[in-house]
């Protein structure tokens, strides 16, 4: 499964309503101990300078709000490949930022497309979206942010954890060194639960990031009422 499969996948579940209530009203809506890790370091490396940010499969936007809130002055892009969940973001951020809202531009579509149109980024952001793509097409993404970053550019993406709740439902496709993809019963899209995370450390090294501790959390009620949804996170440094 390619990403663009798993994307129509995704706009088809969206669009008929299969996702509804997915992290709303859970601690993980507007904000995560990665999301929170991504922005200190975002400030220590940056300290307040205006640099751009953009966020990959920003789904329903909450976590492009707070990257908003919590930077200054920067133009952020907030990607989600739906147009009309796209759309929904744009309503989120006049709703919340009021007058920040005009920091934030939409861009629907396809994510290298988008990348490949980005001017120059400080932080790359992909909150639990790169389990849907292949090493190779991880491997464009970094590639393609890599070229727009300075020095101390940062790159932060979450994936499924291997103890998550959609693990168990659905069957295991492929076993590959960092956990096993398994295509979902319930939308049929492919997702990796991480099991290693060296394997995706070294994909990032490859580009010139350096990552530093890995950050695992869970948030209960996410996909599956009463049952916990884990993640693990790699924030990676850019070197000089």
């Given at each position: 499964m390619t990403r663009h499969d798993a994307a129509a996948g995704f706009q088809q579940a969206y669009r008929g309503n299969l996702y509804?209530?997915?992290?709303?009203g859970t601690?993980?809506?507007?904000?995560?101990?990665?999301?929170?890790?991504?922005?200190?370091?975002?400030?220590?490396?940056f300290q307040g300078s205006s640099v751009g940010t953009l966020e990959g499969g920003a789904g329903r936007g909450y976590h492009s709000v707070t990257i908003v809130r919590n930077t200054h002055g920067g133009h952020h892009t907030a990607n989600e490949y739906d147009p009309a969940t796209a759309a929904g973001i744009t309503a989120l951020a006049?709703?919340?930022?009021?007058?920040?809202?005009?920091?934030?531009?939409?861009?629907?579509?396809?994510?290298?497309?988008?990348?490949?149109?980005?001017?120059?980024?400080?932080?790359?952001?992909?909150?639990?979206?790169?389990?849907?793509?292949?090493?190779d097409e991880r491997d464009e993404v970094y590639g393609e942010v890599a070229s727009r970053q300075p020095a101390g550019?940062?790159?932060?993406?979450?994936?499924?954890?291997?103890?998550?709740?959609?693990?168990?439902?659905?069957?295991?496709?492929?076993?590959?060194?960092?956990?096993?993809?398994?295509?979902?019963?319930?939308?049929?899209?492919?997702?990796?639960?991480?099991?290693?995370v060296d394997p995706l450390i070294t994909e990032l090294s490859r580009h010139g990031y350096a990552v530093q501790r890995p950050i695992a959390w869970a948030i209960p009620d996410y996909n599956m009422p009463g049952e916990d949804s884990h993640f693990v996170g790699l924030i990676g440094v850019r070197g000089h």
């Open positions: 509804d209530g997915f992290s709303h601690p993980g809506q507007w904000t995560t101990p990665f999301l929170e890790a991504t922005l200190a370091v975002h400030q220590e490396q006049k709703q919340h930022l009021n007058d920040d809202s005009s920091r934030l531009s939409v861009v629907p579509g396809d994510l290298v497309m988008c990348l490949q149109d980005a001017g120059d980024l400080g932080l790359f952001y992909a909150n639990s979206v790169l389990h849907f793509f292949s090493p550019g940062l790159v932060a993406v979450s994936f499924k954890g291997y103890d998550d709740a959609l693990r168990t439902r659905g069957q295991v496709v492929e076993q590959t060194a960092a956990g096993p993809i398994v295509r979902s019963h319930d939308d049929g899209i492919e997702r990796l639960f991480v099991s290693q």
